[in-house]
C-alpha cells in the first residue's frame, strides 16, 4: 500500500511514517508539510491512500481534500488529527473522506489503512459516539419562518447527506440546472457561502 502523509508538523510526519512502515505492508512514498502540497505529492504519486492532519499553517486539511477529491475523486483521504471538532468533523464527511481518527490512537492507525484499502469509512471510537448526535434533526425547524419550501429542505438534506447536484436532480427528477438554481436561492435565504456551510447548517439546526 502506498501512502503519502500530509502533517505540519515534521516530527509527527517522520513518526507516522516510521509507525506506518514498521507494519511490513505499507509505503511512505512522499511526505508533505501543508495542505498546500497534498494535492501536487497526490498527483506525483497517485497513493493508495492520502493520510492528512486538518489544521496546518498554509492551508487546511479540509480545503486541501477538496482540492484533491475535485482532481481526483477516487482519492481516499483519511484524516488524522488532535481535534474533535464538530465541524471539522462534518465537513470531512461533506467532502467524501474516508475516515477521521485521533493521533492519539495510533495503534488504531494502521488497521484504519487497511479498512479504508477495502472501502470502508473509518472514524475513531470517540467520533462515532459523535456523529449520531450531529446527524440528529431538530424536530423544532421551522423551516417556514426561513422562507423554505418541503422540496428546498429535501435538497438541503440531500446536499448534507453529500449527493452531488447530478444525483440530486437524479433523485427528484430535475435537470441540474434546476438543482443549481435551487442551491443559489436556498443559499440567499440562509445567507451563506457554500454547499459546505449549508451541509453544516442542516446538522447544527435541522
Not at 507516522?16 to 514498521?22: M, R
Not at 440528529?136 to 421551522?142: G, N, R
Not at 449527493?163 to 445567507?191: D, H, M, P, Q
Amino acid at each position: 500500500m502506498k501512502v503519502v502523509v500530509i502533517d505540519d508538523d515534521s516530527l509527527v510526519a517522520i513518526s507516522l511514517k516510521t509507525i506506518l512502515e514498521a507494519s511490513g505492508k505499507i509505503e511512505v512514498t512522499a511526505i508533505g508539510k501543508d495542505g498546500k502540497e497534498a494535492l501536487s505529492l497526490y498527483q506525483r504519486e497517485r497513493p493508495d491512500v492520502l493520510l492528512m492532519d486538518i489544521r496546518m499553517k498554509e492551508m487546511s486539511g479540509i480545503e486541501a481534500g477538496k482540492m484533491v477529491l475535485k482532481a481526483f475523486p477516487e482519492a481516499k483521504i483519511l484524516y488524522l488529527t488532535t481535534f474533535l471538532d464538530d465541524e471539522y468533523i462534518i465537513q470531512a464527511l461533506n467532502i467524501g473522506a474516508k475516515g477521521y481518527i485521533l493521533k492519539q490512537d495510533f495503534e488504531s492507525i494502521v488497521p484504519a489503512m487497511d479498512a479504508v484499502m477495502l472501502g470502508q469509512s473509518v472514524f475513531g471510537g470517540e467520533i462515532t459516539e459523535k456523529i449520531p448526535h450531529l446527524m440528529q434533526k431538530k424536530d423544532a425547524f421551522d423551516y417556514e419562518k426561513h422562507g423554505l419550501t418541503e422540496k428546498e429542505v429535501k435538497i438541503i438534506q440531500a446536499v448534507a447527506e453529500g449527493l452531488n447536484n447530478k444525483e440530486i436532480a437524479e433523485t427528484f427528477a430535475l435537470s441540474e440546472g434546476t438543482v443549481r438554481n435551487y442551491l443559489s436561492l436556498i443559499l440567499e435565504k440562509l445567507e451563506l457561502r457554500d454547499r459546505t456551510q449549508l451541509a453544516i447548517y442542516y446538522y447544527k439546526n435541522m
